[in-house]
């Protein structure tokens, strides 16, 4: 078979303004994913109950939910370029809270969630329209493809560096590291353009056009996939660590071995995918992502806990290329209301994360942490809804 990646690469028109804005956010991911992974099992340690994690991350996706709208309305005022900004800032505290944790749990876990829900309210409404805007109707599916391929390699360093970072030292540590490079991600943004789009809705009509029953598939299908995300960040990594000894080297050199191979499944699917249909690519996806989650619930070695990340990789590089890709040609596709379009977005996956995360708070009371993967399995399914 012979390809022609670096030719058909070539020809994609990446746009300035969509390179700085995603080397911003590749840079900021580096920076959150060194960290990131390791998040539900530090906060599992300082807190000492999986019940205060979960109401941890409850509390960051409830406050989300409320606030976006509002944050969107200031949008409308600063512009996405300095909203984008202001998001970025305030990961300096954020970060800082994390290093500071140790000191008083419960007061810093409450300045950390509380600075987590102004970042994500000011960051990422702008970011998913400027992401819309700036690429191109006609090779979006490949242009993401790339982005999510260097996304990927950068993925791979990141949760090495965090596992011999605290095998050396400790989460504060790990926690200054990030912070420097988040700052240092601030750099690519400056470069964008100022570009002021304005949202419509008042507080109260972003609510009804949320519940309304034209927008109700979609709002299920991303409420599905919030659910399913949140189990991944917060379960899988607490599951994993204890059957790997709680060996943070061990959990860092595993994820970034199943993130090289994803991305070389990436670099030969990739092309492949992007002839498909992105809605069959979608249903295609959803079969592959339950029944990964599925065969999680009997994991118990090193091998299996390997053998079945990759599988779920597999199922993550059909599902996400497919969905992140009708995501920015629906909001593209909404024209004037594209900020609208994303506000829905945003607001239903952040519903999903609290019902899901409710749901299997109450599980945990009688079954196992596995429990969790089993509600993923069944919410999976509802991302068929999004066409």
């Not at 909404?334 to 239903?348: F, N, P, Q, V």
């Not at 596995?370 to 999004?386: E, G, N, R, Y």
Request: positive net charge; aromatic residues 16%; proline residues 3%.
């Amino acid at each position: 078979m012979h390809f022609h990646l670096v030719e058909d690469y070539k020809k994609l028109g990446f746009s300035q303004d969509l390179l700085s804005l995603w080397a911003g956010k590749l840079t900021l991911d580096f920076g959150l994913n060194i960290f990131g992974l390791f998040l539900p099992i530090f906060l599992y340690q300082e807190l000492g109950s999986i019940h205060a994690v979960i109401a941890w991350w409850i509390s960051i996706s409830f406050g989300y939910f409320f606030l976006v709208p509002w944050t969107a309305r200031v949008m409308n005022v600063i512009g996405l370029k300095a909203s984008l900004i202001i998001g970025v800032a305030l990961r300096v505290p954020y970060l800082y809270a994390f290093y500071k944790l140790p000191e008083d749990p419960v007061k810093y876990a409450i300045l950390s969630a509380f600075f987590l829900v102004a970042i994500r309210s000011f960051f990422w409404l702008p970011f998913q329209t400027d992401s819309a805007k700036f690429s191109s109707k006609k090779n979006r599916g490949k242009q993401f493809g790339v982005i999510f391929s260097a996304s990927s390699f950068l993925a791979i360093i990141a949760p090495v560096i965090g596992g011999f970072v605290l095998d050396k030292w400790d989460f504060g540590a790990l926690a200054l590291i990030a912070l420097i490079v988040c700052v240092i991600s601030i750099i690519p943004f400056a470069f964008l353009p100022t570009v002021k789009e304005e949202v419509t809705w008042k507080y109260t009509e972003t609510f009804k056009y949320l519940f309304h029953p034209f927008n109700r598939r979609m709002v299920i299908a991303y409420m599905s996939d919030g659910a399913g995300s949140t189990i991944n960040t917060l379960f899988w990594p607490l599951f994993i660590f204890s059957i790997l000894d709680e060996k943070f080297k061990s959990l860092g050199l595993l994820t970034g071995g199943i993130l090289l191979l994803g991305m070389v499944l990436r670099l030969f699917i990739g092309n492949i995918l992007d002839k498909i249909k992105k809605t069959k690519l979608v249903k295609i996806g959803t079969i592959l992502n339950s029944t990964a989650w599925l065969i999680k619930v009997v994991v118990g070695t090193a091998l299996q806990v390997f053998l079945s990340s990759l599988y779920h990789t597999l199922a993550s590089i059909v599902l996400r290329t497919s969905i992140e890709t009708l995501v920015y040609e629906k909001a593209a596709d909404r024209g004037h209301y594209i900020d609208e379009y994303t506000l829905i977005k945003e607001m239903a996956i952040h519903a999903g994360k609290v019902i899901s995360l409710i749901v299997i708070a109450l599980l945990l009371l009688v079954f196992p942490l596995q429990s969790a993967f089993i509600v993923a399995a069944v919410l999976a399914w509802f991302v068929i809804l999004l066409k």
